[in-house]
């Protein structure tokens, strides 16, 4: 969505609204990720006159976008718990858009009538229940009392039990800065005086900051204040175009405008984030305070990172701020480059007659995890209660990392733990292997790096496989590393629990950039073997002839999670332990013509007689498969929904001559036997 201008808008000045904008500079080099030498860091704020910002090309914006909350509703005059509460004391002075807290003691258990401005000017007429303490905590938003024809609802309401009801008033004029009287009468008798003072609007800054990646999951803006006292956030580091947050960080995105709070809390919606969605949104009326995220070529879409759960919002009544927080792992649209966040209110606007803008500028640097000692890729463990994970990276210090060992010469040994960065950037994990085999091959997970791990001297076998986002058919899997010191294949098998049979689906060699695999349209899961080469022609013959590696006598094997379309495989791994002989050799297809278009000639046609279906099995050292003609159709798998691959008499990628000759071979014998 293009940035709009401040100047020369037209719209109602019953609007109110918020919106987000990130801008996308594709054509800046990558930026450096570690801060320069002396450590510096910088905080990414700017305020200042509105200026020209490049939009962009219609063609480069999505097609689809998401719709906004559907269980919104618009808050009422009643008291809520969908609406906020800023806090329990009194608030007295606030500025014009902020949502003051004006405290009254009245009898307990009894009604009163509250009186808010005088006759000559603003004024509204309220009845007060008591909840049964004495004390009533009236909230006035500021915001909403501009309006100019009659009390919006919403505009007062009641913490606690307490309730209020508007009975009338005179809001001729909007709640313009001044001093408004607020009294409270019982039957004609004064029982509580207050005043309200209302200040000009307040917008002083919008600042982005680096945070914990668990400050995502704050409850409340108190658990951001205490992150801060805690130095679990941290300004921007200095990057060489924008400053930078570390992928896998929070970005802390505080917008200092207590007069934005009223429009916010005005909007409909169960959450903040919805109330301030719907801002974002621009419905209906037409409003005129926006925060954007959009921009040339994409960039961060605020709409759909909301919508997949990769931003959040809370207000601070406390502070008069409200808080943006972005998951920097889920966010949609474009975040390469450097991103920009606006916040303007225009000359429209009921909060003032001058246009102002907010802007917060930044980058995503990529994040970096390497393991100690300093240039091995490799992690040395123990077979004991006290091996060590450790290593260092660049996120934020406080930073809580998730550490997973899992063999690859057992299946069902899997530890996880938790490791702390400190504060020079350092990590340390202690997980209980006492029970792991010796020697040993494992996966080790930092977070969402990956790295090999070795109890011994196994031989060095190591894969590492990603997938392609979110695709409704998956036909292959990234090899981003794969090493096998004697040469062979990484072969995928599907695994079958009703016949307790494995299916190769598909294989790749240290050189393919793909590991392709039988077109999958149903999330599941692949067993990963690796296996050697015996006659080095670069193909799958089955694990008679290319057998496996091993380690203490069992297979080198992985289960890989395959997700189709987002959706994540349902249930755990199967508990099922790879096993040569329960390997079914791919199925032998026969090439039947198509009788419209064949051309036969009459001199040399004979007749075939029907084919007769016919089940053979192929016997070798160590493992045993079943041919079957094509009539015969393939047992189903638990892992999902597959479609065999256009290989002739193979229909398995990657599978070499010795599997396709036998099927062919047995194929012949069927067709002399019968034409005989």
Do not use: K
Not at 37 to 52: E, K, L, N, Q, Y
Not at 191 to 220: I, W
Not at 346 to 370: M, W, Y
Request: glycine share 10%; charged share 20%; net charge negative.
């Amino acid at each position: 969505m293009p940035s709009r201008t401040l100047s020369g808008r037209s719209g109602p000045r019953t609007a109110a609204v918020l919106a987000v904008a990130a801008v996308l500079v594709a054509s800046l080099p990558p930026t450096a990720l570690a801060a320069p030498a002396g450590g510096g860091s910088v905080d990414a704020t700017v305020t200042g006159p509105v200026g020209d910002r490049a939009t962009c090309p219609r063609d480069a914006r999505p097609s689809d976008t998401v719709g906004g909350p559907t269980d919104a509703v618009p808050p009422t005059s009643s008291n809520s718990s969908r609406s906020p509460t800023p806090n329990e004391s009194a608030d007295l002075t606030v500025a014009r858009g902020d949502v003051a807290v004006v405290p009254l003691s009245v009898p307990s258990g009894a009604n009163a009538t509250v009186s808010v401005g005088s006759g000559d000017g603003y004024s509204a007429r309220l009845d007060v229940r008591d909840d049964g303490d004495g004390r009533v905590r009236l909230l006035v938003n500021t915001y909403l009392a501009g309006n100019r024809t009659t009390v919006a609802p919403g505009t007062y309401r009641a913490a606690g039990d307490d309730a209020v009801t508007v009975t009338g008033g005179t809001p001729a004029e909007p709640l313009e800065p001044g001093t408004y009287p607020v009294t409270a009468t019982r039957n004609g008798t004064l029982v509580a005086e207050r005043e309200l003072t209302v200040t000009e609007p307040s917008f002083e800054s919008a600042t982005a900051r680096r945070a914990v990646p668990r400050l995502f999951d704050a409850a409340n803006a108190s658990e951001i204040r205490s992150a801060n006292r805690s130095a679990l956030t941290a300004s921007l580091q200095s990057g060489e175009h924008e400053p930078e947050v570390v992928e896998g960080e929070t970005l802390l995105l505080r917008i200092d405008a207590s007069s934005l709070l009223g429009a916010i809390a005005a909007q409909p919606g169960n959450t903040t984030t919805e109330r301030f969605l719907a801002l974002h949104d621009e419905t209906e009326p037409d409003t005129d305070e926006t925060f954007e995220i959009s921009g040339p070529c994409g960039g961060i879409l605020f709409h759909e990172t909301v919508t997949e759960g990769g931003a959040r919002v809370l207000l601070d009544y406390h502070v008069g701020a409200a808080y943006v927080l972005l998951d920097t792992t889920n966010l949609e649209g474009t975040n390469a480059g450097g991103q920009t966040v606006y916040v303007e209110v225009s000359s429209e606007s009921r909060l003032g007659d001058a246009g102002r803008e907010l802007t917060a500028s930044f980058r995503i640097a990529p994040r970096q995890t390497a393991i100690r000692p300093a240039g091995t890729e490799t992690v040395r463990l123990t077979a004991d209660d006290r091996a060590t994970v450790s290593g260092e990276t660049n996120l934020l210090a406080g930073s809580r990392i998730p550490v997973r060992v899992e063999s690859r010469v057992g299946s069902t040994f899997e530890r996880r733990t938790t490791a702390t960065v400190a504060a020079n950037g350092t990590f340390a994990a202690t997980v209980d292997l006492s029970n792991a085999s010796a020697p040993g091959l494992f996966a080790v997970h930092v977070g969402p790096d990956q790295f090999p791990g070795e109890i011994g001297e196994p031989p060095g076998v190591y894969w590492e496989l990603s997938e392609y986002g979110h695709r409704p058919r998956v036909t292959d899997l990234n090899v981003r590393r794969l090493a096998l010191p004697e040469g062979g294949l990484l072969v995928a098998y599907e695994y079958d629990s009703s016949t307790d049979r494995f299916r190769p689906v598909g294989s790749a060699t240290p050189s393919d950039e793909d590991l392709l695999v039988d077109s999958r349209t149903e999330p599941g899961y692949l067993l990963v073997v690796a296996h050697r080469d015996s006659n080095g022609n670069r193909a799958f013959d089955g694990p008679a002839t290319d057998s496996p590696y091993r380690v203490d006598g069992r297979a080198v094997s992985d289960w890989l999670g395959v997700t189709v379309d987002g959706v994540e495989p349902n249930g755990t791994e199967p508990s099922a332990t790879f096993d040569a002989d329960r390997v079914v050799t791919p199925t032998a297809e026969a090439t039947t013509a198509d009788p419209d278009t064949t051309t036969t000639d009459p001199a040399t046609t004979t007749t075939t007689p029907e084919t007769t279906t016919t089940d053979s099995t192929v016997e070798s050292t160590g493992t045993s498969g079943t041919v079957e003609s094509t009539s015969t159709p393939s047992t189903a798998s638990d892992g999902g929904s597959t479609t065999h691959s256009d290989v002739t008499g193979v229909g398995i990628p990657g599978f070499g001559p010795l599997v396709a000759a036998a099927a062919l071979v047995v194929a012949a014998v069927l067709v002399l036997g019968t034409r005989r």
